[in-house]
């Protein structure tokens, strides 16, 4: 299959000539389609933005008001020139999160953005469809990174902070998606108890319930410290939990939650002492699975292990190419 000339990769993100849009640049444009509200894919000084409602209201909160911002349900097409149609479809990454479903002249093209596969409560799950080229992420793009059951992790965390009552389980977590899926995890495991929050989570988790996602008790560690934290379940940034701020906690019991902590030699190097593998990002099994499943003609990897990817693709006589795309991290997890 030939490549279409209407999209090009580019090492800022992938452009479409015919509109003069650019899928997840890198840094601000005129045009800009955004696939989730993560800073290495929502940057700031866009002109015009089309992203998910909740995306943009993301963007706002981290960026100030998007006076060009185009909110797009899923599943709803939208007709951009050019011959151009686009659909988003969720990616089940955090909220908001979508797959940019491009289709012009009978080909259609699908950009995953940040994705996993496995259940969410705080986002709508990843919703397959059939492609010609599908453009992939592989931050966990190697056969060592497969993620464990989740339910099973949250409940190392309960039965860590119910042996240690006199202690507080610390946990450090990505402030959008992360923080707010393990609080739901750990409300949908029965734990009802009030969940303490650094300050740099309170704005976030505040936005998630007001989209409906329901969090339960959240309280500001604020001033507290000592005795009024002891058997507490406290979020915070991973930087918070090797800096001054964590002193006042209650011998705590540091824990990460991060699909990174598959290598223990990244938890022993942070100090933490509970590793919880929950990740945000498609596994191994579930990077190669989700190709088999569409069953592209061919497939682009955008970041992360590509080389493993495009290799195991070449493999399964699947063709594949690495792009490379500047100015995309690991977000902590």
């Known amino acids: 299959m030939p490549n279409p000339d209407w999209i090009l990769p580019q090492p800022q993100g992938l452009y479409l000539p015919g509109i003069n849009a650019w899928i997840d640049p890198v840094r601000a444009v005129d045009r800009a389609i955004i696939t989730h509200g993560h800073a290495d894919h929502a940057r700031a000084g866009h002109g015009a933005v089309l992203a998910t409602a909740e995306t943009l209201a993301i963007m706002h909160q ?20 050019d011959g151009l149609t686009l659909m988003l479809l969720p ?14 002249g009978g080909t259609r093209l699908i950009i995953s953005g940040d994705y996993k596969r496995r259940a969410d409560p705080t986002c709508p799950a990843f919703e397959p469809l059939a492609c010609d080229i599908f453009i992939t992420e592989a931050t966990f793009g190697l056969p060592v990174f497969r993620h464990p059951d989740t ?36 409300r949908r495991a029965g734990h009802d108890a009030p969940i303490y929050l650094h300050g740099a989570m309170v704005a976030l988790c505040a936005l998630y319930q007001a989209h409906g996602v329901d969090l339960g008790d959240l309280r500001p560690v604020g001033t507290l410290k000592g005795d009024a934290l002891k058997g507490a379940i406290i979020i915070a940034p991973p930087s918070a939990l090797a800096d001054r701020w964590s002193r006042r906690l209650p011998d705590p019991i540091t824990a990460m939650a991060s699909g990174w902590m598959r290598v223990r030699q990244r938890a022993v190097q942070r100090g933490v002492e509970l590793p919880l593998i929950i990740s945000d990002h498609a596994d191994w099994d579930e990077l190669t699975g989700t190709i088999a499943q569409l069953d592209p003609g061919e497939v682009w990897v955008t970041h992360g292990r590509e080389e493993a ?8 006589q699947r063709r594949a190419r690495a792009l490379a795309l500047v100015g995309r991290e690991d977000e902590g997890d």
């Not at 981290?62 to 020139?81: E, I, K, T, V």
């Not at 990616?91 to 012009?104: D, F, I, N, P, Y």
């Not at 042996?163 to 990505?174: I, L, S």
């Open 309 to 316: 990817l495009v290799h195991w693709c070449a493999l399964h």
């Open 62 to 81: 981290r960026f100030g008001p998007q006076a060009g911002g185009q909110p797009l349900a899923y599943g709803s097409r939208l007709a951009l020139g």
């Open 151 to 186: 339910g099973g992790e949250v409940a190392r965390l309960l039965a860590t902070l119910a042996a240690n009552p006199d202690r507080c389980v610390a946990v450090g977590a990505y402030a959008l998606g992360k923080a707010q899926r393990l609080i739901a995890e750990l």
């Open 91 to 104: 990616a089940g990454h955090v909220l908001g999160s979508a797959q940019v479903v491009l289709e012009k």
